[in-house]
């Protein structure tokens, strides 16, 4: 890609990648299921070009998968592969946290909270995508702030491919991060108690791990 490429082809292809993405991710294409490129292009209103760019760019992440002269599909649910994602992305969120939790701002305590108010919310309304954005919205400060843009591109990477098992699991009681561990992470990072940050972000992450452990598939 040139820097003189049209830019309206670039954002199709961007839209096309975030779009399909987000299909998949909220199970509206299923795991397992035969996508054709000139049906998916139609149905998002684009030509095909900018759809078989965006599949590849899938494709690379993990949700997309081709099978040379047969078909392409979206890369069924394997726990083991989901469970994989979640140990790097774990990390990486403890490594925001240990970097982050003594350098945020009043307004970064204030943002998380006011996530935190926005998740709680969601879980009580049973809004599996309000819950989750609120939920990306609190972590997303602790990523901003500590500014390491490889981390922040690991986490984009990998989360993808851990939403599509943890929306299955969002109705049970212990499959997601509690408001409780929530107000501890945001506690720890208004004292600037960088090991408690650290501590609480690993108990967020262990108790989702911990249920993929269960997970029969």
């Given amino acids: 890609m040139t820097a003189l490429?049209?830019?309206?082809?670039v954002l199709l292809r961007?839209?096309?990648?975030?779009r399909i993405r987000e299909a998949i991710v909220a199970g509206e294409l299923a795991p397992g299921s035969v996508i054709k490129d000139?049906?998916?292009?139609?149905?998002l209103g684009l030509?095909?070009?900018p759809v078989r760019v965006a599949l590849a760019r899938l494709a690379d992440e993990g949700l997309?998968?081709?099978?040379?002269?047969?078909?392409?599909?979206?890369?069924?649910?394997?726990?083991?592969?989901v469970r994989d994602a979640a140990v790097v992305v774990r990390a990486m969120h403890e490594l925001a946290a240990r970097e982050a939790a003594g350098?945020?701002?009043?307004d970064d305590v204030a943002a998380m909270r006011?996530?935190?108010?926005?998740f709680a919310a969601a879980v009580a309304a049973g809004d599996v995508d309000a819950a989750l954005r609120a939920d990306d919205d609190l972590h997303g400060v602790l990523l901003a702030r500590c500014g390491n843009a490889a981390v922040t591109a690991t986490v984009d990477r990998f989360t993808p491919t851990i939403r599509r098992l943890e929306r299955l699991h969002f109705g049970a009681a212990d499959a997601h991060p509690?408001?409780?561990l929530h107000e501890r992470l945001i506690a720890a990072c208004a004292h600037r108690h960088v090991d408690a940050a650290v501590a609480t972000t690993t108990e967020i992450w262990t108790a989702l791990l911990s249920e993929l452990e269960d997970d029969p598939r």
């Fill in 5 to 9: 490429e049209p830019v309206g082809r």
């Fill in 14 to 18: 961007d839209q096309a990648t975030d």
């Fill in 38 to 43: 000139a049906a998916l292009a139609d149905q």
């Fill in 47 to 49: 030509s095909v070009a």
């Fill in 64 to 81: 997309v998968e081709a099978k040379p002269q047969s078909h392409t599909r979206v890369t069924p649910l394997v726990v083991r592969q």
């Fill in 103 to 106: 350098r945020v701002t009043d």
């Fill in 114 to 118: 006011a996530a935190n108010d926005r």
């Fill in 178 to 180: 509690s408001v409780e």
